[in-house]
């Protein structure tokens, strides 16, 4: 029985001693896991911290691309309103000077699409591009008319897209 005892006491003793290195080696494994963790945590700070300043350079960008594109906007509608004088003040290739005007009326056709902020407006200056494509021989009796629309949207008054919404009403577009 003395044998027994002291078996059960070295198989305790060393039980003791594989709980102890388990309990060293989890400590280790605790210790890595800690550094690990820490590591992550650092690394999602950095990831944040870089998705915020993407963020914030997409909305500048985003923003001055808008500010390009009403400024191209506006320097259609000049060249639009140029185009328009020039057709009713000259004298010569009638045909050449509409397609000129047709050309800058797509332009401003195109940067009102890119414009975000002018959902509204868009439809209607899109509506005067259709006009201007398929009904030529109205429209070029009528480009004065064009012309100041064109020069009210320019300034941007009230009534302006209401005009062109009449201007788009008035042509007969069951004929030619």
């Known amino acids: 029985m003395a044998k027994d005892k002291e078996k059960n006491k070295k198989n305790k003793n060393d039980k003791i001693e594989e709980m102890l290195n388990y309990t060293y080696r989890d400590s280790g494994q605790e210790y890595i896991m800690q550094k690990k963790m820490l590591r992550s945590i650092v690394l999602l700070i ?6 915020i300043v ?11 691309v808008q500010e390009t594109y009403k400024r191209q906007f506006y320097k259609s509608l000049d060249s639009a309103i140029e185009q328009l004088d020039n057709y009713a003040n000259a004298d010569g290739d009638f045909e050449l000077r509409y397609r000129m005007i047709f050309a800058e009326i797509t332009n401003i056709n195109t940067f009102s699409f890119l414009i975000k902020e002018k959902e509204e407006e868009h439809k209607s200056i899109n509506e005067l591009y259709t006009v201007f494509l398929k009904y030529p021989e109205q429209t070029s ?19 302006a897209y209401e005009q062109l919404d009449q201007f788009i009403a008035s042509i007969d577009k069951k004929g030619f």
């Open 54 to 64: 993407f963020i914030a350079l997409y909305i500048g960008e985003t923003h001055r």
């Open 46 to 51: 950095i990831t944040m911290v870089a998705l």
């Open 141 to 159: 009796d009528r480009l004065e008319e064009v012309e100041n629309i064109l020069k009210k949207i320019k300034t941007s008054e009230k009534d």
